[in-house]
């Protein structure tokens, strides 16, 4: 059986840098000199999703997005 994984990705074409991101999920999104995210790579901690979700939802470009794996 493969475990699920749930990962953060951004589309560096719809992003324009705004950081609302990385203000509600510091633990995860960093911010470039020029303001657009840079995201650690890898399977979100469990214990972090419901913040993912609410920084996926705040995105005003809806760059940001939930990628599930495994299943």
């Known amino acids: 059986m493969t475990r699920r ?3 953060v990705v951004v589309d560096p074409t719809t992003c ?3 950081g609302v991101c990385a203000e509600l ?3 995860w999104i960093s911010l470039d000199p020029w303001g657009y995210p840079i995201l650690r790579e890898g399977a979100v901690p ?3 999703l419901d913040h ?5 939802a705040a995105c005003p470009k ?3 997005s939930i990628v599930e794996t495994g299943g």
Do not use: K
């Open 5 to 7: 994984t749930i990962a």
């Open 16 to 18: 324009d840098g705004r």
């Open 25 to 27: 999920l510091p633990e």
């Open 46 to 48: 469990g214990a972090l």
């Open 52 to 56: 993912v979700r609410r920084a996926v």
């Open 62 to 64: 809806l760059a940001l």
